[in-house]
Structure formats: structure tokens, C-alpha cells
């Protein structure tokens, strides 16, 4: 056996100045490992987090022309009594502008009613040609056949980061939908 391993470990100056020397090796490793991962890790979550976002965006605008197409096709010109409280006297009274209005409710302002949202609908009278060439503007009269188009376009939650990547600053994000009004005698406005 060695004689060297029976021996205890030594507690003079000798062996403190020999551990001060191993410390001193291993002094800022921790630092070194912190700074080679966090910037992946910062730049995954910022990732995480601006798909997040722009996937928040896309389910919220489905929803939104889900719910506006669905009252379009009533044929009611004042929106829903749920949907107005608290909401005071400032109704749209139309129902093309209620469609609008909706949009923007539905989503709890997440998507927001300004120059980046785009609705368009037209209207035609049979299934013949519905959806191509150009049908009548507008959400229709009574069983007619409506198609609702909505983009937005959601700016970037990360900014100039995602600019550099995508090159734009937004992610535009698209709905479209068509259904059949119901046969209702309301004159549209």
C-alpha cells in the first residue's frame, strides 16, 4: 500500500496555499458557463415568446370571423346584447360596421381597430361563381351567399430582433370564411 494515501491530509500553510492555487483555477467557471449559454438561451425565449405572440394573433382573428361572420348572417343590424355591456352609447348601428366592431371585441382588443386590420366581404346570389370574380361589396341581403376576408397585421412583440430575421416589422395573419345568410328581410347598409 502507498504510504502516501495513509497519511491524513495536511492542515499547515503548505496545504493552504496549495488548496488557495486549485480555487484559483476553478475561480470564475461558473461565470464562463453563464455567459457561453445565455445568449442561446435568451434568444430561444425570446423565440418562444414571439411565436406565442403571432400564434395568440392567428387563433384570436379565426375566432373573431367565426363570431363576425356568424352575426353577419343574421341580418341584425345592432350586435348582440352580450356583447354591449358596459360598452355606453357608442354603438355602430349598421351591420357592415358592426361586423368591424365585433372583430375587434372578440379578441379582447388583442386585435385592435386600426389601419393594420382589412375586412372585406362580398356577396353573391347563388353558389354559381361564389368566392371568385367580384361579387356584390358588402355583408348581403337576406340568403345570400357572403364571404369574409380579414387580414391583420400584427406588429412584433420582439422588435428590431425580428426585423433583422424576417426582414419586415409584422407578421400578417389571414381569416377567410363564407357562409349563406339566413333569409331575413332587413335592408343592408
Not at 483555477?25 to 464562463?32: D, E, L, N
Not at 423565440?47 to 356568424?70: C, K, P
Not at 361586423?99 to 382588443?109: A, F, M, Q, V, Y
Request: hydrophobic share 40%.
Amino acid at each position: 500500500m502507498n504510504p502516501a494515501c495513509l497519511r491524513p491530509p495536511s492542515r499547515g500553510p503548505v496545504a493552504a496555499v496549495r488548496r488557495a492555487r486549485r480555487d484559483a483555477r476553478r475561480r470564475g467557471t461558473a461565470a464562463a458557463q453563464f455567459a457561453i449559454i445565455a445568449f442561446p438561451l435568451l434568444v430561444l425565449l425570446m423565440g418562444v415568446m414571439e411565436a406565442a405572440w403571432q400564434l395568440a394573433t392567428g387563433a384570436g382573428l379565426d375566432h373573431a370571423a367565426l363570431r363576425a361572420s356568424r352575426y353577419g348572417m343574421t341580418g341584425a343590424n345592432t350586435p348582440p346584447a352580450w356583447q354591449t355591456q358596459g360598452q355606453g352609447q357608442n354603438l355602430p348601428t349598421c351591420r357592415s360596421n358592426n361586423i368591424r366592431w365585433l372583430i375587434t371585441r372578440s379578441t379582447g382588443w388583442l386585435i385592435r381597430d386600426n389601419s393594420d386590420l382589412t375586412i372585406t366581404t362580398a356577396a353573391w346570389t347563388g353558389v354559381n361563381g361564389a368566392g371568385s370574380g367580384s361579387g356584390t361589396s358588402g355583408a348581403g341581403a337576406g340568403g345570400q351567399i357572403v364571404s369574409y376576408s380579414i387580414t391583420y397585421r400584427q406588429p412584433f412583440v420582439t422588435g428590431g430582433i425580428a426585423r433583422l430575421l424576417w426582414g419586415t416589422d409584422g407578421f400578417t395573419h389571414r381569416a377567410f370564411l363564407m357562409v349563406k345568410n339566413e333569409p331575413f328581410d332587413n335592408v343592408p347598409c
